[in-house]
């Protein structure tokens, strides 16, 4: 992938040179290992007159060369593992940036989204043919954006009458209610969003108080 050395990098680009770097890196190892494996099977050549030896001495070339094979054994498991676990971390690496790389750019629209949602709540003489046509292209508008948001994983929390929950909604205000089980959403000022299981706005609530 070309890069234009004049633009800063994005966070993708970085992703995907480290996974290419890392996938290479992996293909060293892996044939490292193939090396490893020969001087094993050259090692054991060096061996090929035993016949000749007597027994405690050939008792002895025996001990040593599986001491060596158990090293080679040993230092071969070692660097898989180390292949297979630069591996899972770049696929890793990789899937997040697919789940989350639109972050930012997903955080920055959402004032656009609760505009568009704002807008609709206006409501339209009946008469007005212009108003009403006008209401209809940004109900039509804010649906488009919605199916957008959603097919890349946004979600809408709106919890009312939801038990609170800090790690998904923020309070800003407590009340009174006898009909509502005391931390109980009551209403939503500003509704919260995740992004791919992940929250990038918490719900602005209002919720129940003891009396």
Not at 83 to 100: C, G, L, Q, T
Not at 148 to 163: F, I, R
Request: hydrophobic residues 35%; negative net charge.
């Amino acid at each position: 992938m070309s890069h234009d050395p004049k633009k800063p990098k994005s966070k993708w680009e970085d992703v995907q040179e480290t996974a290419a770097e890392e996938e290479l890196a992996g293909e060293a190892a892996e044939a490292e290992l193939v090396d490893e494996q020969a001087d094993i099977d050259i090692s054991t050549d060096d061996y090929s007159d035993a016949e000749d030896m007597p027994p405690h001495e050939m008792q002895q070339k025996l001990g040593e060369l599986q001491e060596e094979l158990a090293k080679h054994k040993d230092m071969v498991l070692r660097a898989k593992a180390e292949v297979d676990n630069m591996h899972r971390i770049s696929k890793k690496e990789v899937a997040d940036a697919h789940k989350f790389g639109l972050k930012k750019f997903t955080i920055e629209l959402l004032p656009i989204l609760d505009t568009l949602e704002r807008a609709i709540e206006v409501e339209v003489p009946e008469g007005d043919a212009a108003m009403q046509t006008m209401y209809q292209g940004v109900e039509m508008t804010l649906q488009m954006f919605r199916d957008a948001c959603n097919k890349h994983g946004l979600e809408t929390m709106d919890p009312v009458g939801e038990k609170f929950d800090p790690a998904y909604h923020e309070a800003i205000s407590m009340q009174e209610d006898p009909n509502a089980e005391p931390n109980t959403v009551l209403m939503v000022v500003q509704k919260g969003y995740i992004l791919n299981e992940r929250v990038i706005r918490p719900a602005k609530v209002i919720i129940s108080r003891n009396s």
